[in-house]
């Protein structure tokens, strides 16, 4: 019994373990990538309209999107487009790992505009699917708003793009998702 118990408290605890760190920094993104660290494979999760008018960094390796944009359906209560989980979200996945040599068990980092909409959720979804070593970056592309003052709404601090790493204004047409290439 006392076997059962200790094993118990170990599977808590390495569950535990699995849920806290999820979550990763863009500057410890950055620096796996800059040193080439294997099987790590770096996926911007937001609709290329999006990263269109936001900006993109370079440094990600592909671009598949977690959510996609129905521009055919409006959602009056938020009074935005309907957003859709891309079907083949983990599939995309799958062949970008095996196109790059890589198992279902390397790291996966997902980064979106803040981290919370697409980041944290396109994670999770992947942990539940078959990909144990996926991550988010926190505070995503663009980072948190500002909650107070002349600047308040505006995403200007931590992030990506807040953090001097390197980004530009600029898509890039072979790492981007691209449906006329599909």
């Known amino acids: 019994m006392k076997r059962l118990l200790i094993a118990a408290a170990l599977s ?35 609709d290329p309209v999006e990263i269109m008018f936001v900006g993109f960094t370079d440094a990600v ?6 959510l996609l944009v129905d521009r055919s ?13 891309n079907p083949d979200f983990a599939a995309q996945i799958k062949a970008e790992l095996d ?30 699917n078959g990909f144990p070593n ?13 909650k107070d003052g002349p600047q308040a709404g505006f995403r200007l601090m931590n992030g990506w793009q807040n953090s001097g790493l390197p980004w530009s204004p600029k898509m890039n047409a072979g790492k981007v998702y ?3 290439q599909r």
């Open 134 to 146: 996926a991550r988010y970056v926190v505070n995503g592309f663009q980072g948190a708003a500002i």
């Open 178 to 180: 691209r449906i006329d």
């Open 73 to 85: 359906q409006w959602n009056t209560e938020r009074s935005v487009f309907r957003l859709y989980q």
């Open 12 to 46: 808590l605890a390495s569950l535990s373990a699995q849920a806290a760190d999820i979550a990763i920094s863009a500057e410890e993104t950055y620096a796996k990538i800059r040193n080439a660290e294997p099987d790590v494979l770096f996926v911007d999760v937001r």
């Open 61 to 66: 390796h592909v671009n598949i999107p977690f």
């Open 99 to 128: 196109k790059r040599g890589m198992g279902t068990d390397a790291e996966i980092i997902t980064m979106c505009r803040s981290g919370s909409e697409r980041g944290e959720p396109s994670a999770s979804f992947l942990r539940a």
